[in-house]
């Protein structure tokens, strides 16, 4: 994680550590000098998205999350834990919660 975190070279320039410059290079990151940080670029949103898409997780939930929507009557959201957080893989909403929301 070193690696993405940025620093200040010994003249006071904004430096990139060799991670940090390749994902760049690809278009996975981009700097934000004014706070002398990367943010997360569109290609690598949508390189995540495309994961999740390919998940069987989202497909092989998806009966079982519109059949407790129904019986419920409330939103069913599906995800799973990636170290301390979490990721939203897809989620089920009867209309009704579609308008509340």
């Known amino acids: 994680m070193r690696n993405l975190i940025p620093h ?3 003249e006071g320039y904004f430096e990139e550590r060799p991670l940090t410059y390749t994902l760049t290079k690809l278009g996975y990151l981009t700097p934000v000098p004014r706070f002398e940080k990367y943010q997360l670029a569109p290609s690598a949103m949508a390189l995540g998205y495309a994961a999740l898409a390919n ?3 989202r497909h092989l939930s998806e009966s079982f999350r519109e059949d407790l929507m129904r019986e419920t009557g409330g939103a069913v959201a599906v995800g799973g834990r990636d170290r301390l957080s979490m990721i ?6 009867n209309a009704h919660a579609q308008r509340a929301a």
Do not use: I
């Not at 939203?88 to 909403?93: E, V």
């Open 8 to 10: 200040l070279d010994s």
């Open 88 to 93: 939203y893989f897809g989620q089920s909403r």
């Open 55 to 57: 998940l069987g997780v």
